[in-house]
């Protein structure tokens, strides 16, 4: 895993890895015993949500480094929000998304797909090795295609489609707030499943199409991200 390209703004940040439920720390202290270490990390980040696995070594390139999954977004959100460059045991967190979806969250969200095995080093919590394409990985691929066809002129309002019923406006802030220029979300009475998003500009509103398309609110509903007909 490596750290996400983050660009820096008054009050925000924002990432070039979409969101997800799992963090990614560095900067760590690395005098901490890895138990320590978790326990401390356990005790600082779960005022922001249900923690439901938390990974960190003492090996190699890896120390200094730790990743915890939350049970939702919200929860990894708000974390990073609520940490970034925060002192814990001396030293200033980096935290971003991780890159790389924990097999927890695949397994219920139904994309997990066996990794190969290798031998376990001692000091590791748990085997990290080059997974195999997975559904997850095959939508996004799908995705860039629509892209690529995607005839839509440049617009500051993005056009969302493929929308849970049940989705709410807060989690759709959630998501496209990470993004610079963010300005508003309007829901379409009697539409549940599309949505218009406005920035401050084009290329703003570029970025985060590219960034959420394809992104998974549900197992079964992918993100489908236009720019709005002027």
């Known amino acids: 895993l490596l750290p996400a ?5 008054p009050g925000l940040t924002t990432f070039a890895v979409r ?30 949500g249900n923690i439901i696995e938390i990974y960190a070594s003492k090996l190699g390139n890896k120390r200094g480094q730790a990743w915890i999954v939350f049970d939702d977004l ?3 959100t708000k974390s990073v929000r609520g940490m970034q460059n925060v002192e814990f045991f001396g030293k200033k967190m980096r935290l971003s998304y991780a890159k790389q979806k924990s097999d927890l969250i695949a ?18 919590m748990k085997v990290v090795t080059k997974a195999p394409k997975t559904m997850e990985s095959t939508t996004s691929n799908t995705m860039e295609q629509d892209v690529e066809e995607d005839k839509s002129a440049p617009n500051k309002i993005l056009f969302v489609r ?9 989690m759709l802030d959630e998501l496209f707030s990470q993004y610079l220029g963010f300005k508003e979300i309007r829901l379409v009475d009697g539409q549940p499943d599309i949505a218009f998003i406005e920035f401050a ?3 703003q509103a570029g970025l985060a199409k590219d960034g959420l398309q394809g992104f998974k609110v549900t197992p079964k509903n992918a993100m489908k991200i236009t720019f709005a007909n002027k």
């Not at 005098?31 to 326990?39: F, N, T």
């Open 5 to 9: 390209a983050a660009m820096a703004a």
């Open 201 to 203: 500009d084009e290329q």
């Open 162 to 170: 493929n929308l849970p019923k049940e989705i709410k406006k807060e």
């Open 107 to 124: 397994k219920l969200d139904g994309t997990y797909v066996q990794r190969e095995k290798r031998k376990v080093q001692s000091g590791d």
């Open 74 to 76: 919200s929860g990894a």
């Open 19 to 48: 969101p997800n439920q799992t963090i990614y720390i560095q900067n760590l202290n690395e005098k901490l015993k890895r138990d320590e270490l978790r326990k401390n990390l356990y005790h600082a980040f779960s005022q922001f």
